[in-house]
C-alpha cells in the first residue's frame, strides 16, 4: 500500500471549513483514498473514500487531484465535536479479503470555539 | 442500525494470565480485522478474516491467535501476557469496501 503524509496537527474555528491535506505521491492506479477519523479513544470511523473523482457525502467532501498524488478532506462547517485525529488511508478496494487500513501518523484537528 | 460488538469492554489481567477478547460484526459482514493501539500510538493491524478463513496477517506476536466461527464472530486469544500488551483492542468489519470499528477493548495487563 502507498504511503501517505499528512501534517500532524491543525487547528479550525467552529463553523469555519476544515481543509485537511493529504500527500500520496506513490498511489497506484487500482488504489483508492480513504479517510477515518478516531476521537480520543473510540473506535476509528470511516468518512469518506474515493478513486479519482471528487466525492461527497452528509459528512464531509473528497476532492483528489488529477494527478491524484494529494487530496484534500473538507468538513465545511467545523463543530467541537469534529476534533479528533484524522487518518488518510490508501488501500486497494472492492474485495473484503484484501482490505487491511495501515494507520499512518494522521492529523489531530482542534476545533476552537 | 446493528454496529460492531466487543467484549469484555475492559479487561484487566495478571502478566503470564491469558486473556480472550471477542467480536460480533454487523450482520451480513464477512470479513473482521483486528487492530492493537497502544498508548498515544496509531492503530497497528493484528490480524484478519475473510469467511472464516485467515486472510491476512500484521504484527501479531505468535502468543497470539485468533479465529472466525461459523456464525462470523471472531476470537482474539492471548497468552502468556507481557506489560507491553497493555493497549485498546479493536475489531472492525467489512462488506466489500468500508470498514466500521466496535468501540475497543481496553487491556490493561499489571
Known amino acids: 500500500d502507498a504511503k501517505t503524509t499528512q501534517p500532524p496537527s491543525m487547528d479550525c474555528a467552529e463553523g469555519r471549513a476544515a481543509n485537511l491535506p493529504c500527500n500520496h505521491s506513490?498511489?497506484?492506479?487500482?488504489?483508492?483514498v480513504y479517510w477515518y477519523r478516531q476521537i480520543h479513544s473510540q473506535g476509528p470511523q470511516y468518512i469518506i473514500h474515493?478513486?479519482?473523482n471528487n466525492e461527497t457525502n452528509e459528512m464531509a467532501s473528497l476532492i483528489i487531484t488529477e494527478d491524484r498524488k494529494s487530496s484534500t478532506l473538507i468538513l465545511p462547517h467545523a463543530t467541537l465535536r469534529d476534533t479528533a485525529v484524522y487518518y488518510c488511508?490508501?488501500?486497494?478496494?472492492?474485495?473484503?479479503?484484501?482490505?487491511?487500513?495501515?494507520f499512518g501518523q494522521g492529523t489531530t484537528l482542534q476545533v476552537k470555539p | 442500525a446493528a454496529g460492531v460488538i466487543q467484549s469484555p469492554r475492559h479487561l484487566i489481567k495478571e502478566k503470564r494470565e491469558t486473556a480472550t477478547l471477542k467480536c460480533y460484526p454487523i450482520?451480513?459482514?464477512?470479513?473482521v480485522y483486528w487492530y492493537q493501539q497502544g498508548p498515544g500510538q496509531d492503530p497497528q493491524f493484528l490480524i484478519s478474516?475473510?469467511?472464516?478463513?485467515?486472510?491476512d496477517k500484521g504484527s501479531i506476536p505468535d502468543r497470539f491467535s485468533a479465529q472466525q466461527f461459523s456464525d462470523y464472530h471472531s476470537e482474539l486469544n492471548m497468552s502468556s501476557l507481557e506489560l507491553g500488551d497493555s493497549a485498546l483492542y479493536f475489531c472492525?468489519?467489512?462488506?466489500?469496501?468500508?470498514?466500521?470499528f466496535g468501540p475497543g477493548t481496553r487491556l490493561t495487563v499489571l
Open positions: 472492525a468489519s467489512s462488506y466489500r469496501n468500508e470498514q466500521f
Open positions: 506513490t498511489i497506484s492506479g487500482n488504489e483508492y
Open positions: 474515493g478513486l479519482k
Open positions: 488511508i490508501v488501500r486497494v478496494a472492492g474485495s473484503s479479503n484484501t482490505g487491511k487500513l495501515i
Open positions: 450482520p451480513r459482514h464477512d470479513t
Open positions: 478474516f475473510y469467511e472464516k478463513m485467515q486472510s
